[in-house]
């Protein structure tokens, strides 16, 4: 990928993250990136191309995260590795993070819940620990953290390592 490219999506990133997509004009992501909006249309074909693209890269980064627990044979690391996952983000990625839950806002983007292979993971994990509910047991944490990696990119949780030790105690860490 070129300088400019990288200049573009990472321009487009910020204003989608900060104001939304269909807010975001393909003018204005080229005066931020300080390049003509005819360079978008070659190298990203439209608006959508370039949403495309940063979402490409968005899935390649979840499915690192994702894929070690995915594979964690053993239930309670398993729980406690996803219960990690949002005290690990970078907050150079919080605008992929932003995005992605704008995206979930505005246009209903993610999948169901009850389609995600990490909820079928922790299910599985909650059913080994035999907890009497696993499936809503698994439902609940991945609600809930959702809501906690909302309050993180939002700065809304003052003392975050203190929360993350406490959910490793409830599920036994």
Known sequence: ????????????????????????????IARRAGVSEGLIFRHFTNKKGLLDALMQGMNQRMVQLVE???????????????????????????????LQY?????KNARPAVLNNPLYQRLTQAFEQLAYPQPAEEARLLVHLLDSLAVALLRDELPDREAYHQFLRRKYGG
């Open 102 to 106: 704008k995206l979930k806002w505005q």
């Open 68 to 98: 070690p627990i995915l594979g964690e044979p053993d239930a309670r690391r398993c729980i406690l590795a996803t219960i990690a996952l949002p005290f690990g983000l970078e907050p150079e990625e919080y605008d992929y993070w932003r």
């Open 1 to 28: 990928m070129t300088e400019k490219q990288e200049k573009i999506l990472r321009a487009a990133l910020e204003l989608f993250a900060q104001e939304g997509y269909d807010a975001s004009s393909t003018s204005r």
